[in-house]
């Protein structure tokens, strides 16, 4: 059994193995998983998707006199001023109060881009901070500290969309034609984080990640995890929605080709996030885990006009646009940019075969265990 400990040296001596989880599935189906296992250190896996639960904490420091900072507005997008004075975070998803295509996510890309943003702030006066009233215009270099804490990012799988109603469904999806007129899906499949991961073996609570062309690091277990459900005994992967990640990183080290604000029409505002998450291969039984093919990782299909599971498909179907229900073949419309995620693999493959990426140990393992899916039932 490798450890992480002994990788790092062979990065460090310019001797690891890295494959991409594209380039090591062809070697596990030309020479077989033990052969994965004997010669590679080291795989990357990649995602570019909506990542709605995502956002920023910022800080600015104290005005003169100081304020507490209580309703907060930057470009005209709401941000929570809930905290001590001069702290707020802002929703990726918090819409304008004059533009509903405009929100959080487009505050954000700006401050990424190194453009003003302008802010306007309210509180109510107390003895210690005493301003009630602040306007000001101010940049990423006006800011102590501006970082990402996503409460939910990158799920291990994620359902299919069809629709069975008489009418058009605008989701978080994408538009979902009526009378299962297309079936709308997000996710890389194969070479997807989790999915080579499946018990969270190697990903853990301090694991650094590619994030956004920079670095970050794994904060938590993400929201709605919820990993104790159906599962393919073959791949040991969740049928459907499973574990998710909390993700701490500094904004100022993210490039703004790797994180796109978009608005989807009749949902919202959203925003891109890429993820590309290094998998250690300290075992046979992870190198089994990265061996894993499109065609064997099922997810469920869901009516979203009516809430239901109503049939199980492959990746491999949703990936290559080939599908066929209820009898007949429909268009398949997918959310994730699977070109920009294979981009990502080789980036990170570069990063850490030139020595500027190095692998964490876990400082704790995340639990492996269900949640309600649903609030109330």
């Known amino acids: 059994m490798r450890t992480i400990k002994e990788i790092n040296e062979k990065i460090k001596k310019g001797k690891a193995v890295v494959l991409t989880a594209k380039e090591v599935k062809n070697l596990a189906e030309e020479k077989g998983t033990k052969e994965v296992y ?23 420091g104290h005005t003169k006199p100081p304020m507490k ?5 930057l470009d005209n997008v709401p941000a929570y001023g809930g905290l001590a004075a001069a702290d707020i975070y802002l929703g990726a998803t918090e819409i304008s109060i004059t533009d509903k295509k405009h929100g959080g996510s487009h505050v954000i890309y700006k401050l990424i ?9 309210f509180g109510i006066p107390t003895d210690c901070y005493p301003r009630s009233e602040y306007e000001t215009e101010f940049s990423i270099k006006d800011i102590n500290q501006v970082y990402f804490f996503n409460p939910r990012n990158n799920y291990q799988n994620y359902n299919a969309a069809v629709n069975s109603s008489n009418k ?9 034609s009526p009378h299962f007129g297309s079936m709308n899906f997000a996710g890389t499949g194969e070479i997807s984080p989790l999915i080579n991961d499946p018990y969270l073996k190697t990903i853990g609570i301090g694991t650094k990640i590619f994030f956004g062309g920079g670095e970050g690091f794994i904060a938590w277990e993400g929201t709605q995890f919820n990993a104790k459900k159906e599962r393919n005994r073959k791949t040991g992967l969740p049928i459907g ?3 998710t990640l909390a993700i701490i990183a500094d904004l100022r080290n993210v490039k703004e080709e790797f994180i796109k604000p978009v608005y989807i029409p009749g949902y919202g505002v959203s925003i891109y996030i890429s993820i590309g998450i290094p998998i250690p ?45 209820k009898g007949k073949k429909i268009p398949v419309r997918s959310l994730t940019k699977h070109a920009k995620a294979e981009e990502i693999l080789k980036i990170l493959k570069d990063k850490i075969l030139s020595r500027h990426f190095f692998l964490t140990e876990p400082v704790e393992n995340l639990p492996i265990y269900g ?6 039932g």
């Open 168 to 176: 058009e469904l605008k989701t978080y999806l994408g538009r979902i």
């Open 69 to 73: 900072f209580q309703k907060v507005y």
């Open 281 to 325: 291969i300290l075992n046979e039984e992870i190198a089994r885990y990265v061996s894993v093919r499109n065609k064997e990782i099922i997810t469920n299909i869901e009516d979203y006009s009516k809430g239901e599971i109503i049939g199980k498909i492959s990746y491999k179907e949703l990936i290559e646009r080939r599908v066929t229900f």
């Open 241 to 243: 929605p499973g574990a």
């Open 38 to 60: 004997k010669k590679v250190d080291i795989v990357t896996t990649a995602t570019f998707s909506p990542m709605c639960s995502s956002g920023i904490f910022l800080n600015f």
């Open 371 to 376: 949640k309600f899916e649903n609030f109330g």
């Open 113 to 121: 881009k190194g453009e003003k943003i302008k802010l306007r702030a």
